[in-house]
């Protein structure tokens, strides 16, 4: 089958051997997937994965245990747990520490003709949601993982760094429970984009606010958590969104002597994403930069790599 | 008066003119006071303070507003805010941008004959609580603080990093709260002293243990961290206690991909220190090291930065 696959190069093949499914697994054809940045963090070592990249994608089942699913349009979780450890007995399979991942770890993603899933994981796509929404599914949740973590309450004072992809999903997740974030970013476009959303923007550089109850560091750069400990309140909240793969050098007397909370956050609720999709409380097609063939996904994930490039989608059905 | 003033040097004066009082301040003759790592850190450049240093005390109040507290016997909370800033406003005194600190910032400490502290600062000290016990009362508030910020329930496991002073206390606030806290720690007589007090030890290189619920790093060595890093268990909780000087380089993909909380924590409830001495539920004695008459300052801080020290004080009146 055509594959995209990471080996030390990126490479298109289309003769990568086709995935066959355990019991309880399904087997999904790839109808359209999304370019993330931990893909390309893949590609600079990060995780030392090597396989078929690609963790965000919709498709239809072609195989299952389950006949009812069989023809279904789906999305799918990417932490496959072990279920039989201390922590996935726990309800804390995501952090299974003999998990494969989607196109993370141990495990071929979805930038291919045909990928693999547990039956758990997967989640149906209601009709209204189109496959170019619904290819937003995975890191819209991983947005709303933050109002799993924290209580946000709607007069609270909110930051969001970086006006990235992840940013503009968080800010309009963060809008979506009633808050109004203020998004502070680097690029005129995507500024300008999240204004057409209703949300507000400032230049980071020029943002003179500060003592925000929460901020939420989602542009991955050394800066920005830099720049979240100064303008967060003392003992406020910082939530972390982005994987960098490199180490960050930190002040952590200004953590102590402000006593502020500083949390990871990572995948989230699928079906909290999908019905604010169903619902319509979040554009995500806006967000959608261009779209490249698989065979063209060499070109596609250097598109994705430039500083003005949103979301690349790879159509593959 | 006599005083020990740090210039850029360390230095024992006895012709330091003797501080005044301001309309709702309180003038207190310092009893018996200790050294704390914090004061260490300000004579290597942390804070860029001069004047008086020190800020855990006990003293007897000479002069106040407030006729029923002259002759009282009283310890002091350290942050004295403006009262008048937003942060003020919200109950954030303590993290007011404008308040001096007692001996830290702006404001001349307790290593005198006489200081001086706003009457809302000073808490009464019980009579079954004896000098040596009250001069602990700043920093056992500190680690109650823990308990302030975060929810330790019984059966949860709690790993303690640093076998010093500060940890010793944070071990005995959780134990007396309810859980049993292990300590990581590196010096054979410190953990001898931990398990008299009924407290699990672990000599921190040979801890295979993970998974803490929380884990609670007062070590203030970069190491330390980066060890609660290791040890928490996905979702757990790292409590920050250490106010070091130095920016510190740390893993924060592993925050994120862990979902792990790292929450700052500095001073804490007075009142509550106060009464788990009354109770007894904390000891405090087995931790003085050795007492020094004021004279013997110098001689007394450099006994403190010894890494086989526990607390040192410094005997005034």
């Not at 804390?92 to 990928?115: M, Q, S, W, Y």
């Not at 209703?198 to 020029?206: P, R």
């Not at 003179?208 to 100064?230: H, I, T, W, Y």
Request: proline fraction near 4%.
């Amino acid at each position: 089958m055509k594959a995209l696959v990471f080996d030390g190069k990126l490479r298109f093949l289309d003769d990568y051997p086709q995935p066959r499914r355990s019991r309880g697994e399904v087997l999904i054809r790839v109808a359209l997937a999304g370019i993330c940045k931990t893909d390309i963090e893949i590609i600079k070592g990060y995780m030392g994965f090597t396989g078929i990249l690609g963790h965000e994608f919709v498709g239809t089942v072609v195989e299952s245990d389950n006949p009812n699913l069989t023809g279904r349009r789906v999305v799918g979780e990417i932490n496959c747990p072990c279920g039989n450890c201390d922590l996935c007995r726990q309800g804390l399979g995501k952090h299974c520490p003999n998990r494969t991942v989607l196109g993370i770890h141990g495990r071929d993603g979805a930038f291919a003709e045909l990928t693999v899933l547990p039956e758990q994981n997967l989640h149906i796509v209601p009709d209204g949601v189109s496959n170019e929404e619904a290819v937003f599914v995975e890191p819209l949740a991983a947005a709303f993982q933050i109002l799993e973590q924290v209580n946000i309450e709607r007069d609270m004072k909110v930051a969001v760094i970086g006006d990235g992809k992840l940013g503009i999903l968080v800010a309009q997740a963060l809008s979506s429970a009633g808050c109004s974030p203020i998004v502070l970013g680097h690029h005129v476009s995507k500024m300008k984009l999240l204004r057409n959303l209703g949300i507000a923007t400032c230049l980071s550089e020029a943002c003179d606010m500060a003592n925000f109850d929460f901020v939420v560091e989602c542009s991955g750069s050394p800066g920005g958590l830099e720049k979240a400990v100064q303008i967060v309140k003392p003992c406020g909240t910082i939530v972390l969104k982005s994987t960098i793969a490199a180490r960050q050098s930190l002040d952590l007397s200004a953590l102590v002597v402000n006593e502020i909370s500083l949390i990871g956050s990572r995948c989230g609720p699928f079906r909290r994403a999908l019905d604010a999709l169903k619902r319509g409380e979040v554009a995500v097609r806006p967000l959608i930069w261009k779209t490249f063939d698989l065979a063209d996904g060499v070109r596609a994930v250097e598109e994705a790599t430039s500083p003005k490039a949103l979301k690349v989608l790879l159509k593959i059905e």
